[in-house]
Every structure is written in structure tokens, then in C-alpha cells.
């Protein structure tokens, strides 16, 4: 008999913590969780089983294949914006051919089971490619439709995965003599830069807010990798996994598409210095930019147009600014790391 999971990919990244823990204390149904990192020890006990494996392996797949029936699969795994540059070839092999092995886990199963697996996929702002600063400050909130123009391989690889996903969902095979019956369930919501108070992300381009909050709270100080008034939108983590559970539970007859924008709030890195320095007064920002991760912040959106998630599933983010920062972030972080607040 195979054992009934979630699957859970890039289960050790900042958004696989958020998500493990909600679902483990919610009691939901068993995590089989991947990362080509052995999981966080906090972590296990929340688990049915951790592997430490890549998706790039076809015969682990067909093992998962062989062991698991698989209801969902929240694949989390990529390489983020700013590593990606470095390696685009190596990053364009895990964040496209991996979503493809996972689709087509994902599709294996839904034949199996007889029904259409959801297949969840957190895509991002990086998909959005504004031409200029001009243009950036002048253009209202983005919906999902416009500016699809990435500058960096990371928002290419998610924007090409949105695709695969439609393509795996409606219209895989169709040709073939007998064309897949079910697809796959897929879901996909574009998250704007995320926030956690307990870890701290690495390689991606919307980090100068974390970085900045969580080396104020150890006491050190921080130089900003983008200018002060280089704004993009946020969302606290809590926000993050609220909206991938309410779209992963919204039944499907009630989703006018499949790719959601959602955000909470837009924010400069000089405001954030504000409110870091009146919340560690100690602290030291300084301001170091380099050029091209700047360049990669300025061509996302200042804003994101999530309405359609408003009004399709009735998203709405518990966090504003305010809440983000007075009720979540600093006091967490200031628990986090208490022995370094004067
Ligand atoms: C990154 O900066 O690459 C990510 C993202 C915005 O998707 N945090």
C-alpha cells in the first residue's frame, strides 16, 4: 500500500519552515518533505519522512512514485534571483527541468489516483520586467498579465513554469491516442519579496529588507546592497503561507485562472532603515550598491495588482506595514535573538 503524503520540495528553504510548521500544528495529513539539504532538525519531528535528495533524480522520483500517494506537492525548490545569475545554466536546469520532473510526478499520479493532483508553485515578482525607472514610478499596481518582460533567469524559469503548469494541466498530450484524462491541479501564486522573523533567505534579490532587519537585530551593522529609495512590495511569511493554504482549499470551480498575484504592502529600503533604527537604535545602515542587483530590483514593480485573488478566494493579508513590523517582525526578532538588545 502506498502511504498517503503531501510532498513538500525545497522543504529546508524559508517558506518549507513556514509551511511545515502551519501544517503540523494544524494536524493535517503526513509531509514528505525533499531538499537537497538534510531538513532542519526542528523540523523532523513535524515530518513523515525528510529525504535528502534533488529533483533533478529521475530514479528518486520513480521511487516516490513507487512509495507515496501524493495529494498535493508544494514544490519550493529554486534557485533564487541573484544566485541564479551567477549559474544561469545550472539554475535554468533546477528551476525548469525540476518543475518538469515534479509535473510529471505530479501527472503520473492523477492517472493512478483517478483524479487531477494539485500541483502548488510559488512563482515571483521576478517575472515582471519593467523597462525604466520612469516607467516604474508612473504605471499603477501591476496585474498578472502586464510586463511579463524578466530581466534576470530566475523570473524567466518561473515565468516559462507558469506555462508549463497551464500546458500540464489542460492540454498535456492531446494529441496522443489516448490523451491524459486528468491533468494536474495546478495553482500558482506570484509572491513580491517575503520577510520572516525566523530565518534569513540567501541569493535572492528582495533580501536587503531581511538582511537588513535581522543584522539590526543582532546588533551589527548592515550595508544596503540598493539605494535607499529602491522600493519593491512585501509580505510577512505568516501572510506567505496563509495565501498557499487558502489557494491550495479554494475549490477549483471558484478560480477564474491559475496565476494569482498577491502582496501586502511596498516598502523603500530607506523607510525600512527608519523603522529598524527606532526599533535597535544601536544599529548602523549604510548604503553599498552594486549595480546590478540594483538594476534587478528596479525592473520589479514598485506595486502588485492582486485583486483577482481578492475577489476570486477572498485573499486578504492579516499584515499590513504597521502589523508587519510592531506586531510580528520586531517582537519576534527580538525574542529570536534577545541576548544581543541592549
Ligand atoms: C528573490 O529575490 O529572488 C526572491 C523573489 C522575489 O522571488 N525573493
Redo the contacts with the bound molecule.
Keep these: 500500500m502506498r502511504k498517503k503524503v503531501i510532498l513538500i520540495t525545497g522543504a529546508n528553504g524559508e517558506v518549507g519552515h513556514g509551511l511545515i510548521t502551519h501544517i503540523a500544528n494544524a494536524n493535517r495529513s503526513g509531509i514528505l518533505a525533499l531538499d537537497i539539504k538534510e531538513l532542519d532538525s526542528s523540523l523532523q519531528p513535524m515530518v513523515k519522512r525528510a529525504i535528502v535528495g534533488d529533483i533533478l533524480d529521475n530514479r528518486l522520483l520513480e521511487y516516490l512514485m513507487s512509495e507515496y500517494e501524493i495529494s498535493a506537492i508544494y514544490h519550493l525548490a529554486?534557485l533564487?534571483?541573484?544566485?541564479?545569475e551567477f549559474t544561469p545554466e545550472a539554475a535554468h536546469k533546477v528551476n525548469v527541468q525540476g518543475t518538469i520532473n515534479l509535473l510529471h510526478l505530479a501527472i503520473e499520479q492523477s492517472r493512478w489516483q483517478g483524479n487531477a493532483v494539485k500541483f502548488i508553485f510559488?512563482?515571483?515578482?521576478?517575472v515582471f520586467g519593467v523597462p525604466d525607472l520612469k516607467t516604474k514610478a508612473a504605471i499603477p499596481p501591476v496585474t498578472e498579465d502586464l510586463y511579463n518582460m524578466p530581466i534576470?533567469m530566475?523570473g524567466c524559469n518561473?515565468l516559462y513554469c507558469e506555462h508549463l503548469g497551464r500546458y500540464y494541466a489542460a492540454h498535456y498530450r492531446q494529441l496522443a491516442a489516448t490523451p491524459e484524462p486528468y491533468g494536474v491541479d495546478f495553482r500558482c501564486l506570484r509572491?513580491?519579496?517575503?520577510i520572516s522573523a525566523h530565518t534569513i533567505?540567501s541569493?535572492?534579490?528582495?533580501?536587503f529588507v531581511p538582511e537588513m532587519l535581522h543584522a539590526a537585530a543582532q546588533g551589527k551593522p548592515y550595508a544596503s546592497f540598493v539605494r535607499p529609495d529602491a522600493i519593491?512590495p512585501f509580505m510577512v511569511m505568516p501572510d506567505a503561507i496563509k495565501s498557499l493554504l487558502m489557494l491550495s482549499e479554494t475549490p477549483r470551480e471558484n478560480l477564474s485562472r491559475l496565476i494569482y498575484n498577491v502582496t501586502s504592502f511596498s516598502v523603500s529600503a530607506e523607510a525600512v532603515g527608519q523603522i529598524v533604527k527606532t526599533a535597535f537604535p544601536t544599529t548602523s545602515i549604510t548604503y553599498n550598491v552594486d549595480d546590478k542587483r540594483q538594476g534587478?530590483v528596479d525592473s520589479?514593480p514598485a506595486e502588485m495588482d492582486d485583486s483577482r485573488a481578492r475577489q476570486d478566494w477572498s485573499w486578504q493579508p492579516d499584515y499590513d506595514q504597521r502589523r508587519s513590523f510592531e506586531e510580528y517582525l520586531i517582537p519576534t526578532l527580538r525574542k529570536h535573538y534577545g541576548h544581543w538588545v541592549i
Excluded: E, H, N, V
Excluded at 191 to 194: I, M, S, V, Y
Excluded at 203 to 207: F, L
Design positions: 529554486a533564487l534571483s541573484t544566485r541564479a510559488p512563482s515571483s515578482i521576478a534576470t530566475y518561473k509572491f513580491p519579496g517575503l533567505p541569493g535572492g534579490t528582495s533580501d519593491i534587478i520589479w
